[in-house]
């Protein structure tokens, strides 16, 4: 089984400051890690995803994450937010097995405020 | 354009009524999924199909059903078992094989509403 915790229900920041919004998982199994952001009343947008390789991973709208095994984290985080960055976001998890790779568990959301 | 189409966006059900929401994908995606939104409790999985004619359980089945007679549809029915049924709802597609498209692609969602 699998469970992913995002410590942050809410996250308030100015404009133009850096943020990061934390992601935990619990795994008996390798994984896939992602994040995705959801504006209202709208469906789960991918900003990025850790499949292999360099844990640092790159996204969409100037977003990274980084995967740290020891510490089973996949935090995201972005030098410079925008107000258009005001959403929910949604970490999530799958087994790295062939059949269930995109059946993602996912953690209770973070929502990102930014406020000029 | 590709992509996952669920319809309606929104609907409206009396008590006591089953009701059907609908989710089409033209992304030859073996794997479809249902989940379901409230808030504060991000996205729980309903029902789930990796291939035609087959389906599993997810977390939160109970007053819910699902059919997979084609490979681009994967429609919910919300019955009137289900106890508390207002909620966005999700679907989504993905591969079932491994590799670097590995991710799962969500429709706009459907806002049911028990009135």
């Known amino acids: 089984a699998q469970s992913v915790t995002q410590l942050d229900s809410q996250v308030p920041v100015f404009e133009e400051a850096p943020v990061e919004l934390r992601c935990n998982y619990s795994s008996s199994v390798s994984v896939y890690l992602f994040w995705y952001v959801q504006y209202p009343n709208q469906g789960l947008q991918l900003l990025l995803k850790?499949?292999?390789?360099?844990?640092l991973v790159k996204g969409i709208n100037g977003f990274e994450a980084e995967f740290n095994k020891s510490q089973t984290s996949f935090h995201l985080r972005k030098p410079s937010v925008h107000i258009s960055d005001t959403a929910e976001y949604f970490c999530a998890v799958s087994s790295s097995y062939t059949g269930t790779a995109s059946k993602l568990t996912f953690g209770t959301g973070t929502r990102l405020q930014v406020t000029l | 354009d590709g992509g996952i189409t669920q319809s309606p966006k929104y609907l409206f059900r009396k008590e006591g009524q089953n009701v059907t929401l609908s989710c089409e994908q033209n992304?030859?995606?073996?794997?479809m999924y249902w989940y379901r939104q409230d808030p504060g409790q991000g996205l729980r999985l309903i029902y789930y199909?990796?291939?035609?004619?087959?389906?599993q359980k997810g977390d939160i089945a109970e007053g819910y059903s699902v059919s997979r007679e084609k490979k681009e549809s994967f429609p919910l029915t919300v019955t009137s078992a289900q106890k508390n049924p207002t909620a966005f709802y999700l679907c989504?597609?993905?591969?079932?094989?491994?590799?670097?498209?590995?991710?799962?692609?969500f429709g706009q969602g459907t806002r049911l509403t028990v009135v």
């Open positions: 989504a597609s993905g591969t079932t094989g491994i590799g670097a498209n590995t991710e799962a692609f």
């Open positions: 850790y499949l292999s390789g360099s844990t």
């Open positions: 199909s990796q291939i035609v004619n087959d389906f």
């Open positions: 992304l030859n995606h073996d794997a």
